[in-house]
Each structure stands twice: as C-alpha cells, then as structure tokens.
C-alpha cells in the first residue's frame, strides 16, 4: 500500500554525514571507549528540585488532560520572560505551551505555510529544518550563509530567494555554527521580511546560552512582532530534553488558530511536565548552572585553539557547540570525523551533516566534562596538524 507523498519525501535531499553517528554508536555499544561529541545532550540529568516539582505535581494528581494552550501560570511565565526580554508586550494570549521546540516549529510552519508555498531556511541548519517545512507540505528553500561572514545571513541572499515566499526560519544562537546574529544582520532580515511580506519563525531554543555579544529575538525589532512567531523550549536552557516542553509566542490571532492546531494533534502537554516548568522558570539560579559549564569548556576551546594553526575556530558566540573549520586538512568534514573517529575513538559531526554551507568544517558539542573535553581538542587538534601537514 502506497503512503503519502508527504511522508515519503519528508527526507528528500537529506544530509550526508549522519553514518558517523551511528558508526560511534555501534562502537559504544560493542563496548568500545568512545568519546561522544555528537548530539546536543547535557552531560547533566534534569535538576532534582525540577523532579521534585515535577513529582509532587503528579502525586498532587496533576495527571489528567492538561488545557490544551496551556495552564495559565505557565503562560503568564512564558509572557513575562518575552516580555522581559524583548520589550514587546506579551500575554497569555500570545502563547501556546507545546510539547518541545521542534512541535513548535512544525506548527508554526503548519500555521503560516499553504500546500506547496515557498518557505525559507538558512544553511547550515539544524538536522531537522527541511523535513519540518517538507512536513507542512511548504517547498524548503535553502539560502547560504557563509564561513566567511561568521555565518551571519546577508540580506541580498535571502532577498533573492523571497519572491513569492511565506516566510523564513532563522535560529539565533545558531545550532550547528554557534553564531549570534547581530542586531544589523536581523534588521537586515527585518528589511527583506517587510519588503516581500515574510513571516519570521524564529527559533531561540538555546536564548540562554550566550558567550559573546547579546541575543536579540527578531519579534524585538521595530514592527516585527506581528510576523514573528518565537519558537522557545526548556530542553537546553534547563537540560530538560526528555521532558518536552516548550512554546511558541506569537500574535495573538495566529496563536488561537496555533492552539486550534494542538487541539487536533498534541492535545497539550502533560499537566505536572508543565508545573516543572512553572518552578524552573520561578528559579533562574537554575539555568544559569545549566550554562555554565558550556561557557567554561567554550573558554577552554578558545585558549586551546589560540595555540595551534591546523584548526579555524567559527565564532562560538552562544550554543552548546564550536564549529571547526578543518579546511587546512585538505579533508572533508566526512573524511575528518571518520579518520578521527577510527584513530582516536572521537566522535565530532562532519559540518556536511548540517548543509553544502558547513562543508569542510567540524561540530564538536561541549557535552563531557572539562578534563575529557580538554583531552579531546587537543587530540582533534594534533590530528588535524598532521593531516594538514600530509597535505603540503
Ligand atoms: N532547534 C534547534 C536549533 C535545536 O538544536 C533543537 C534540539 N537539538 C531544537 C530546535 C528542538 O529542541 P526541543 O524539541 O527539544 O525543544
């Protein structure tokens, strides 16, 4: 029996690069020592106080179908911290809890996106952004940033590509570069975004994790907030992966037909997940802690790096992530990660895996402590020395 075209090309034209992942895997679980500087997962569990809050919740008997926008004082947390930080007024109306970033940025897309509209997206991206627009049932179109310029997107490359497009995605601070997007670089996106009537779907799941510059959420820019729709999520800010719980915080007539989309696909997020993240966002003591070891082993990267040529390090601005470019190897991010992987048990994302843009470049996730991290940038750095000097 034939399944959807949708489902069946929801992949189409995927990324290279993912075997490496699973070859580390495999390895691990043949009992190989395998370091795992792949996927973007705390080295930390969720905190106990959150679990606690989560158990009482439960034991409270908050097990029942939870209000599908949300309960109330989530919301009204979630329209405070906008508020905060933005400046842009927000309130429960504005926001829609949803079951992590990536519900989110489905629906968004669902929300804004015709069968067969042009929806834009900025290469490197992160893994899932093409098959999410693909999902909609929206065409992806990609448009490139480049190593040189930071990563950061240039307004001439997305206006050439915005005829006729219902909107773009754009992901500050940025998995898989660790770019922060500038304030001039979003009004730049701003101009295009106005100028072909774009909504923008702005994903801010790693908002908290900042080590140069400052975030700023497009929707804070001068009359953005009425196309703006701000993806955030408590999975990296908080460790909370598993839990799955984030939101989205848009105007409020796209938000009531949001929730009216929720009401026939996620029917809300369970009630005592949501009184978790009632206390995690009471306690910024929190995600400060959850910080802080990226902000410590991103220092570390620096220095490390500082002291060698072999390997380029791509700004590291905000994320749990650096970007190597490994180009003076003569290899690709592929043929890199793989060489590593076999000589050395390390395992690092080939650039290639988040888009023709990160070619010849490495994602390296801070997710072992300190001591393990260190060992494994300088490994990955005396590796990249002698593969560049068999390049000469
Ligand atoms: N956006 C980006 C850029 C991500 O890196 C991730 C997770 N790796 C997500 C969205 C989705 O996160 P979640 O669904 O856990 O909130």
Redesign the pocket.
Known sequence: MELSRRIRTLNEGGSDGWELFYRARALKAAGQPVTELT??EHDVPTHPEILAAMQSAAAAGHTGYAMVPGVDALRDAVAERVAARTGVPTGRENVLITP??????FAAHMALCDPGDRALYLDPY?A?YPGTIRAAGAEAVRVETRAEDGFQPQAEAVAEKAAGARSILV?TP??PTGAVYRRETLEGLARVAEAHDLWVVS?E??DTQVWEGAHVSPCALPGMAARTLV?G????SHAM?GS?L?WIVGPEEAVARLIDLATVTTYGVPGYIQDAGIFALSRPDLEEAVAAPFRRRRALARDILARQQAVGLVPAEGAMYVMLDIRRTGLSGIAFADGLLDAHRIAVMPGESFGRAAAGHVRVAMTVPDDAFTEALETICAFAAARAAEAV
């Not at 992590?100 to 940025?105: E, F, Y």
């Not at 999520?233 to 990296?236: I, T, V, Y």
């Open positions: 996927v973007g992590g970033g990536q519900a989110g940025l992160y899932t992901n940025n998995n994903d799941v790693y993806v999520s408590m999975s990296k992966t799955r984030g």
